[in-house]
Structure formats: C-alpha cells, structure tokens
C-alpha cells in the first residue's frame, strides 16, 4: 500500500529494510544476508539510527523471522504436494474399484504408469 508506506517514513524504510535482506538472501547465506543488508541500510539512511544502535538485535530477530517465514512457505509447499497425491491415489483406487487397468487409469488421468503403479502400491 504506497499511500500507507507513504504516510509512515519508519514503515517505508523497514520495507526498504527487508526488501534489501531477500535481495542479498538470493545469493547469500542468511546471516551474511542481514548483516549486508543492515550496513547498506545503514550507509544509505536507512533507519541508520536504529540499525546503528540495535544492530546485533536487529540481525538476530531478522534471522528468526526469514527463516520462520522461509520454513512456514516450505511447510505449505509441502502440504499442497501431500494433498495432491491424496486427490492423485483417491482417483486412481476409484477408477480400480471400476476395474479399469493401471495402463487405462495412466491414459485417463494423463500420468505416467510409473506414476500409477507407484499411487497403486501405496493404497
């Protein structure tokens, strides 16, 4: 929200903070991630006076937060993937209790029979 960011200098520059932090983690292991990003907030006037007094705290809680963050997305991530080869074994035992053969379940549901014989054996 640009008019929010706008209307609260200290929101802005935090945005611009971790803005910074996910620039320098797509390259960088996440400490050296946050404390680059901490010193080059720090060199451009970045909320250069809190990250100056507090930044041993600021770099710890940033660590906490992007790796919390990091590991909620891959847990997500995760679930969909479960939930997916739930769907994918529900329609293959259904379409066994029909008796169509795993070749026809493979055509029918655009996998690889591989695919099917493994959901197959997992039921």
């Known amino acids: 929200n640009r008019e929010l960011l706008e209307a609260c200098q200290s929101l802005k520059e935090y945005m611009l903070f971790v803005e910074q932090v996910r620039k320098y983690a797509a390259f960088l292991e996440l400490n050296e991630a946050v404390d680059r990003a901490v010193n080059k907030c720090i060199r451009d006037g970045i909320l250069s006076d ?7 705290e600021v770099i710890a809680v940033s ?3 992007y790796d919390e963050e990091r590991e909620i997305r891959l847990i997500r991530q995760d679930e969909f993937r479960q939930g997916q080869q739930n769907i994918l074994r529900n329609q293959v035992h259904k379409k066994l209790q029909k008796g169509k053969s795993p070749a026809v379940i493979a055509d029918e549901l655009e996998l690889e029979p591989e695919v099917v014989e493994t959901l197959i054996q997992e039921l």
């Open 50 to 56: 809190f990250l100056s007094k507090h930044k041993a």
């Open 63 to 65: 660590i906490f937060e």
